[in-house]
């Protein structure tokens, strides 16, 4: 069956330029995770999702980052003024209990 | 939260050798144990878990061994493959929430 898919898979952005990343899960997943994966590094918790109720979103690393699930199906990423730190891929990952399958990743390079 | 140690950081073994990889883990309320392969460009895959009441789990190469008491649980691959040269990643779960290890850099020589 399809995977979890991810769009854009390459960004690039101008520094200060506003961002949105979509997350498409595997149907009928009610976990969604959101991860940030620096080079060379694992990858980092930001936000989780229960259907549309985001439940915890303790790694997020500034208030211009926002995370919606709206239907609790696509869930979009958000940056907002991005900044050369925030240069990154974007992992995002369903699952049912504890099984957790990952998207392609968006690569975001903020310039 | 959770402190998650990963070793060794790399690993370079001779193809058919055997490679181990262990991680430790603070968080006794963490119950389930998956392990990640990620190869260069690659989104992490799911190869092996383990919940919490198993001691020991294996797929074919591949197991997974937990010793709850002292919070570690580790990786064993047999007879290695150049295939299996990639980036591995233990992340106990706990609350809702997969903590990372930083990560073993797997290299197997042909």
């Known amino acids: ?111 | 939260g959770e402190n998650v140690e990963q070793h060794p950081s790399t690993l370079s073994v001779q193809e058919g050798d055997s490679a181990v990889i262990k991680c430790t883990y603070s968080d006794s309320a963490s119950n389930y144990f998956p392990w990640y392969k990620q190869e260069l460009g690659k989104r992490p895959q799911l190869i092996i878990d383990i919940r919490s009441n198993v001691g020991e789990k294996k797929d074919q190469r591949i197991a997974v061994t937990l010793n709850k008491t002292a919070k570690h649980f580790s990786l064993h691959i047999t007879e290695t493959q150049p295939e299996d040269s990639a980036v591995y990643f233990c992340a106990p779960y706990n609350f809702n929430k997969f903590y990372f290890g930083s990560g073993t850099k797997l290299n197997v020589k042909p």
């Open chain 1, 1 to 111: 069956g399809a995977g979890v898919s991810q769009s854009p898979r390459y960004k690039v952005a101008k520094r200060g330029q506003d961002v949105a990343l979509r997350c498409d899960p595997i149907s009928g997943h009610v976990s969604l995770f959101w991860y940030q994966q620096a080079l060379g590094q694992g990858p980092e918790f930001l936000t989780y999702f229960q259907n549309e109720a985001q439940l915890d979103k303790s790694g997020l690393p500034s208030d211009r980052f926002f995370a919606e699930r709206p239907e609790g199906s696509v869930s979009t990423l958000k940056i907002q003024r991005t900044q050369q730190e925030d240069s990154a891929v974007y992992l995002c990952a369903s699952s049912n209990v504890d099984e957790q399958y990952f998207g392609p990743g968006t690569r975001l390079t903020v310039t």
